[in-house]
T-cell receptor, first 112, second 110 residues
Framework: GNSVTQMEGPVTLSEEAFLTINCTYT??????LFWYVQYPGEGLQLLLKATKADDKGSNKGFEATYRKETTSFHLEKGSVQVSDSAVYFC???????????FGQGTRLTINP | NAGVTQTPKFQVLKTGQSMTLQCAQDMNHNSMYWYRQDPGMGLRLIYYSASEGTTDKGEVPNGYNVSRLNKREFSLRLESAAPSQTSVYFC?????????FGPGTRLTVL
């Protein structure tokens, strides 16, 4: 079946640290890949996406590259801020499908 | 979350009570979804609707019913609430490559 696995959280970093949140997937086809972010008390918001192998999605200083050979879509940011504290979800959708498949989420806390 | 509204924001029920969660949109999307979010489990799809008048089961539909009477609204009903249905419920809508989420309803069943 189709699934998404994220690194276990919670993750706690200091401000200006480098961030990596790992995401790997299993899919019976060629999925599009997404990172969603959920700030405290809010719904999810699309952070970035990539629709084919070697595509790089980027937004707000975050980046993720679609690696077909390693079935991965790791989220990175060079210098995190306190305002980046949130829960991050990796997700996929197969071409032609109606439904997103989410990972379990990774809670990120940035300390000043 | 602009364009997707959910009511209520919070609700406490006793086991066996019923309630309906409401979701409305002003973004004119055909597809709408109901998810539940539980700690350590991410989001799980309960039901979705590809268009007005159609609904399909998702990953965890048991104990829930839905209604899509028009394009704008998609409701989720719990006929007889159980403690296992304590969760945060999110409505979402949009294209398959971009979904827009509502602010959520936090439901506690005692």
């Amino acid at each position: 079946g189709n699934s998404v696995t994220q690194m276990e959280g919670p993750v706690t970093l200091s401000e200006e640290a480098f961030l990596t949140i790992n995401c790997t997937y299993t899919a019976t086809g060629y999925p599009s890949l997404f990172w969603y972010v959920q700030y405290p008390g809010e719904g999810l918001q699309l952070l970035l996406k990539a629709t084919k192998a070697d595509d790089k999605g980027s937004n707000k200083g975050f980046e993720a590259t679609y690696r077909k050979e390693t079935t991965s879509f790791h989220l990175e940011k060079g210098s995190v801020q306190v305002s980046d504290s949130a829960v991050y979800f990796c997700a996929l959708i197969l071409q032609g499908a109606q439904k997103l498949v989410f990972g379990q989420g990774t809670r990120l806390t940035i300390n000043p | 979350n602009a364009g997707v509204t959910q009511t209520p924001k919070f609700q406490v029920l006793k086991t066996g009570q019923s309630m309906t969660l409401q979701c409305a949109q002003d973004m004119n999307h055909n597809s709408m979804y109901w998810y539940r979010q539980d700690p350590g489990m991410g989001l799980r799809l309960i039901y979705y609707s590809a268009s007005e008048g159609t609904t399909d089961k998702g990953e965890v539909p048991n104990g829930y019913n839905v209604s899509r009477l028009n394009k704008r609204e998609f409701s989720l009903r719990l006929e007889s609430a159980a403690p296992s249905q304590t969760s945060v419920y999110f409505c979402a809508l949009g294209r398959t490559d971009t979904q827009y989420f509502g602010p959520g309803t936090r439901l506690t069943v005692l």
